[in-house]
Each structure stands twice: as C-alpha cells, then as structure tokens.
C-alpha cells in the first residue's frame, strides 16, 4: 500500500475523492491508501466468502443483503475500511452510496501485505461501529477462519476455524466454514 497525498481528509471528503477513481483505496488517518494487487488465491477467496454469505442470506430468508468488495465501511472521522465482503441488514435503501454505515458482518481475507493490519487496526477499527457483530478473517493459505465476535459487556471473543458450522447470531445466519474457500 502506498500513501499519495499529503492532504488530510476526513471520510466525507474521501468518498467525494475516490469516487470514479481507479483502484481501491482506503483512508488512513486522513491519507488516502491504495490497496495493494490481489493473488488468484485472495480473489477465490473473496468471492467463496461472499457466494457463502449470500447463500446463507438466502436459506435464512433475512432482510440483509450481502455487499462484495468496494463499499465503504466508516470508523471514525478520518478513517475508512473497504472491506473484501460485509452483510448488512436491512439492505441499505440508498444503492447509490458508495458507503456502508450499518454493517453486521464484516469480512477480510488475509494477504501478506495486509496481515498486519487485518489483525490491528481493522479488528479495533471494525468493532469500534457499534453494529458490527462478527468480524470474519479468512486465512486462504492455512484454510482457517479467525471468528471475532461481539461478547458481553462489549469484550470480544475470538475462534479459529478449520471445518463445520459457524452461526452468525445476529443476524442468523449458518454457513459452513469450508464454504468460505474455493474449493480444492
């Protein structure tokens, strides 16, 4: 990721910036960031996670909708997420927006470029909106899923899952761990 503008921002100003602009960004601390180029393995990935996502949606018959990659999650004044895949519910009714602000279910796979901040400043920037209730890092290498969830009192808990079920209550939905890798 590389920094290109030494302007400080905040989020409203971002989305006017990065609107029609090439690539993903993200905004840092008021600079806007540049997301690194994706492998084959992460983008197989993403989308296993979000056919996963949307597929529990479906059976779960929920007013949520899942969002790919390229909305904007915001986490405080200067600072904005892109996350790889996220449920939200209900469905935002402006499609127009280029931003999220209610998400429930946010999603991150796992890069070496990224790791660090996956498991930093995401996991506390993510859970800092106080609609965020799971947290899901997907590891396409180990083919393991690092669970973070809202717990009592607002302590988060943290699994790590190879195989089974995973049950995302709220907002009710089950999906196989498995079903958020590409198949082998």
Not at 20 to 35: I, K, Y
Not at 103 to 113: D, F, I, R, T
Request: with cysteine; net charge negative.
């Amino acid at each position: 990721m590389s920094h290109v503008s030494p302007t400080l921002m905040d989020v409203d100003a971002f989305l006017v910036w990065a609107q029609g602009r090439d690539g993903r960004w993200e905004l840092r601390d008021g600079q806007p960031v540049l997301m690194a180029p994706e492998s084959a393995i992460h983008a197989l990935t993403k989308y296993a996670a979000q056919e996963s996502l949307k597929g529990a949606i479906q059976r779960a018959g929920l007013a949520c909708r899942m969002f790919p990659d390229g909305m904007t999650v915001r986490v405080g004044a200067r600072t904005a997420f892109e996350p790889d895949a996220l449920v939200v519910c209900p469905a935002p009714p402006d499609l127009n927006s280029m931003e999220i602000p209610n998400p429930v279910v946010v999603v991150e796979v796992l890069s070496p470029s990224t790791a660090a901040d996956d498991h930093g400043p995401k996991l506390d920037g993510y859970f800092s909106v106080p609609s965020v209730e799971h947290y899901l890092i997907l590891d396409p290498d180990r083919r393991v899923m690092i669970w973070h969830k809202r717990g009592q009192a607002g302590a988060i808990e943290t699994r790590i899952l190879r195989d089974g079920a995973i049950r995302l209550d709220p907002p009710g939905l089950e999906a196989e761990v498995e079903g958020f890798f590409p198949a082998d």
